[in-house]
């Protein structure tokens, strides 16, 4: 998942900034649907995960294609590195604290002020319609953020509330995550719902009525 994050993310690295923050989140028995908070030094998921098998535990989610991608070290390229903004399951056999160095939460700028986040939502691009697609998010901040009336869509041209963006079709009005400790389902959701905010170190599947979307989050804590 590309986002504007992302590219500060490097070009703060490239400057040879010093300053570093550490992400640490705990992932339980069995499964775990997880994001990473801050963007890793080093994005090798071998790094990130250090000491937690996730060869053929971790997968990430290709919304182009609308396919799971499963890590594997005999072929880690194909899987990539661990991305702001990208979720990702992951099968533990075991209680496990993640940790690892980062760039500071919201990838500040040269005044310290933290970025807001474009994740995009490219939606399934095979299918030669503009009918979007299920997307594999991960919250890109390491502070929890609100969706009432907190969250955008644009689709390049125009830009909407998320509350707009579903009366006008563009997508669902539901964030699912998952609880490791019930190993069930949940929602996250503006309207009636389990919850009402994104949290750091989870991951969410989002659906989109519409190709070629992005979702902005602001960098504010709630």
Avoid at 180 to 203: A, E, F, M, N, W
Wanted: a negative charge; aromatic letters at 12%.
């Amino acid at each position: 998942m590309k986002t504007l994050g992302l590219v500060l993310a490097l070009a703060f690295v490239l400057a040879g900034a010093c300053v570093a923050d550490t992400a640490t989140f705990d992932v339980l028995t069995g499964w775990n649907c997880i994001s990473a908070p801050l963007v890793p030094f080093n994005p090798d998921p071998l790094s990130v995960f250090d000491g937690i098998n996730i060869v053929g535990t971790l997968s990430r989610f290709d919304a182009t294609t609308q396919t799971g991608v499963i890590y594997d070290d005999l072929e880690p390229e194909v899987f990539g590195n661990v991305l702001l903004g990208d979720g990702y399951w992951l099968a533990s056999d075991s209680n496990y604290t993640v940790s690892y160095e980062g760039v500071p939460d919201g990838v500040p700028d040269s005044s310290n002020n933290m970025t807001d986040m474009w994740l995009s939502l490219p939606g399934y691009q095979l299918d030669g319609q503009d009918a979007g697609g299920w997307h594999l998010i991960g919250h890109p901040f390491n502070h929890e953020t609100s969706v009432v009336e907190n969250l955008y869509l644009t689709d390049g041209t125009t830009l909407k509330t998320w509350e707009e963006a579903v009366a006008a079709g563009w997508c669902g009005n539901t964030f699912y995550a998952f609880d490791p400790v019930t190993q069930s389902g949940y929602s996250v959701t503006y309207d009636i719902g389990d919850d009402d905010h994104l949290r750091p170190g989870l991951g969410y599947w989002f659906y989109t009525n519409k190709d070629n979307l992005a979702l902005i989050i602001p960098a504010q804590p709630s």
